[in-house]
């Protein structure tokens, strides 16, 4: 079946402008996961979502970023007034809740380039 | 200190030699344990979770050590596949909820 997706694959934009990145999670995933992955860096929790709501943003590095889920499928992160910290990888993950943990599937991401 | 500490490498080790990494974590309540792998410029992906009684899944072998708090990845009789960063990871709770990841250690596998 159809794995988590992402858009764009790739995205350069201007300092200062705003970005919207899409994640399609797996059909029938409740959770919902975005991290970064900066040059040199390892991966960084940003965001979790548990249907619509998101329990946990602790992640999340300012008030620039804001995060939203519709219909307990897509999500959109948004990064507003970009910086050039800001360049990095984008990753969405979901996952189904059972006993136990569950494994995260992770998008492809989108590569974030700010100029 | 971070979270989850790892040796960056780079390991470059001859095909058909064994290697192992370590890696450390700093949160005792820290409940589940995976070691994941990421090709260069893809997504990771799971490779094995980690059990308390140690696991194992073909040529690759995973421990545990609560006491120490620390996390072993053995991999066998590599191949040239194997080639990939490998990331451990913690989580917290059971089921859904952030990973905690280390910055990977870096293996080349060597013909």
């Known amino acids: 079946g159809a794995g988590v997706s992402q858009s764009p694959s790739n995205k350069v934009t201007e300092k200062g402008k705003d970005v919207e990145l899409r994640c399609d999670p797996i059909?029938?995933?409740?959770?919902l996961y975005w991290y970064r992955q900066s040059l040199g860096q390892g991966l960084e929790f940003l965001i979790y979502?548990?249907?619509?709501?998101?329990?946990?943003k602790s992640g999340l590095p300012s008030d620039r970023f804001s995060a939203e889920r519709t219909g307990g499928s897509v999500s959109t992160l948004t990064i507003q007034r970009t910086q050039q910290e800001d360049s990095a990888v984008y990753l969405c993950?979901?996952?189904?809740?059972?006993?136990?943990?569950?494994?995260?599937?992770f998008g492809p991401g989108t590569r974030l380039t700010v100029t | 200190r971070k979270e989850v500490e790892q040796d960056p490498g780079p390991f470059n080790v001859p095909e058909g030699a064994t290697v192992a990494f370590n890696c450390t974590y700093s949160?005792?309540?820290?409940?589940?344990f995976f070691w994941y792998r990421q090709d260069c410029r893809k997504e990771p992906k799971l490779l094995m979770s980690?059990?308390?009684s140690g696991n194992e899944d073909g040529r690759f072998t995973a421990q545990l050590n609560r006491a120490s708090q620390y996390i072993s990845l053995l991999i066998r009789d590599s191949k040239l596949s194997d080639s990939a960063t490998y990331l451990c990871?913690?989580?917290?709770?059971?089921?859904?909820?952030?990973?905690?990841f280390g910055t990977g250690t870096r293996l080349t596998i060597i013909p």
């Open positions: 993950a979901s996952s189904q809740p059972g006993l136990g943990a569950a494994e995260q599937y």
């Open positions: 059909s029938g995933h409740t959770a």
């Open positions: 979502f548990q249907g619509n709501s998101a329990p946990d």
């Open positions: 949160n005792s309540a820290s409940q589940s």
């Open positions: 980690v059990y308390s």
């Open positions: 990871v913690v989580t917290s709770n059971f089921g859904n909820e952030k990973l905690t």
